[in-house]
Nanobody, 124 residues
Framework: QVQLVESGGGLVQPGESLRLSCVTSGIFFGGHNMSWYRQVLGKERELVATISRNGGSTTYDDSVKGRFTISRDNAKDTVYLQMNSLVSDDTARYYC?????????????????WGQGTQVTVSS
């Protein structure tokens, strides 16, 4: 059974940083491209960043490019999202999932079940 457990969120001021973690179990982590998504209540979940299986390739939504960094540790079955220079528009609940279609122009979540996510709130 797939389990995705996100953590690391919190309440921060604009300009500050957070590092999110997503620990996975029930999957062969190293065999999956991985993504971070975020969702604001009442809106659709949006793709934030994706990393390839070996970590050699990453892509980002334009809204976070240059501020966020996705990384992974295959030995720990964990994917990370370093978020710097946070702004109020980054406020959302953040989720991870494996990525289907990475590199095709249509990256989408691999698993239908999601973790509980981790809330990031950026406010002064």
């Amino acid at each position: 059974q797939v389990q995705l457990v996100e953590s690391g969120g919190g309440l921060v001021q604009p300009g500050e940083s957070l590092r999110l973690s997503c620990v996975t179990s029930g999957i062969f982590f190293g065999g999956h491209n991985m993504s971070w998504y975020r969702q604001v209540l009442g809106k659709e979940r949006e793709l934030v960043a994706t990393i390839s299986r070996n970590g050699g390739s990453t892509t980002y939504d334009d809204s976070v490019k240059g501020r966020f960094t996705i990384s992974r540790d295959n030995a720990k079955d964990t994917v990370y999202l370093q978020m710097n220079s946070l702004v109020s528009d980054d406020t959302a609940r953040y989720y991870c999932n494996a990525a289907l279609g990475y590199g095709t122009g249509w990256t989408r979540p691999r698993f239908s079940s999601w973790g509980q996510g981790t809330q990031v709130t950026v406010s002064s």
